[in-house]
C-alpha cells in the first residue's frame, strides 16, 4: 500500500502591503465613478432658469411694477403656435388695446425656450403682418415649450407673456 503525501498548503498572509493596495484601489474606483458623474451632469444639464438669482431679486420690484403697468392698459393679445407643412413652428399674435382698437408703433419679440434645456431655446423672427398681427417662425421638436413674449412700443416694454404649449 502506497502512502499518499498530503501537501500542507501554508495560509496566505495579509500584510499591510495588501491592505494599502486594495484601499488605494477601492478610493481609486470611488473617485473614478464620481469624476465621470460630476462630468455627464455637468454637460447635459443645461436648465438653468435665471443665471444670477441675486439680479433676478433687485429686478423684482421693477418687474412688479411693470406688471401693474401692463394691467392698466388692459390690452387684448392672442397667439397662437402651430408647426407649418415645412416642419417649422409658427407663433402668430394679435394685439388690440382695451376697445378692440388697433395699437400703434409696436414690435414684439418672441422666444421659444424649453423647459428643461436652455440650450434648445429658439428665437422666433417676429414680423409685422399687419396692422395688429404678427407672424414669427423658428424650429423645435415636439414636446412641451414655454413661450415668451415681449411687446414694446417706442423702446419700451409694454407687454410681457409666459405661457407653456405642446407642440407636435
Do not use: C
Not at 470611488?30 to 438669482?53: K, L, P, Y
Not at 439680479?55 to 411693470?66: P, R, S
Not at 378692440?100 to 409685422?128: E, K, Y
Amino acid at each position: 500500500m502506497a502512502k499518499t503525501a498530503q501537501i500542507a498548503s501554508k495560509p496566505r498572509e495579509l500584510t499591510g502591503r495588501a491592505v494599502l493596495m486594495w484601499l488605494l484601489g477601492f478610493f481609486a474606483v470611488v473617485v473614478g465613478v464620481n469624476a465621470v458623474m460630476i462630468r455627464v451632469a455637468s454637460t447635459t444639464f443645461g436648465g438653468v432658469e435665471t443665471q444670477s438669482s441675486y439680479k433676478a431679486g433687485l429686478a423684482f420690484k421693477h418687474d412688479i411694477e411693470a406688471a401693474e403697468q401692463q394691467d392698466a392698459l388692459h390690452w387684448v393679445v392672442d397667439g397662437a403656435v402651430t408647426r407649418t407643412k415645412s416642419g417649422e413652428v409658427a407663433l402668430d399674435i394679435r394685439v388690440r388695446d382695451s376697445v378692440g382698437q388697433v395699437v400703434p408703433g409696436w414690435t414684439a419679440t418672441a422666444i421659444l425656450s424649453h423647459p428643461i434645456d436652455s440650450r434648445l431655446d429658439q428665437h422666433f423672427s417676429m414680423i409685422r403682418t399687419g396692422p395688429e398681427t404678427a407672424r414669427g417662425v423658428a424650429y423645435a421638436e415636439p414636446g412641451y415649450w414655454n413661450v415668451l413674449l415681449d411687446i414694446d412700443r417706442n423702446g419700451v416694454r409694454m407687454f410681457r407673456s409666459r405661457s407653456r404649449v405642446v407642440i407636435r
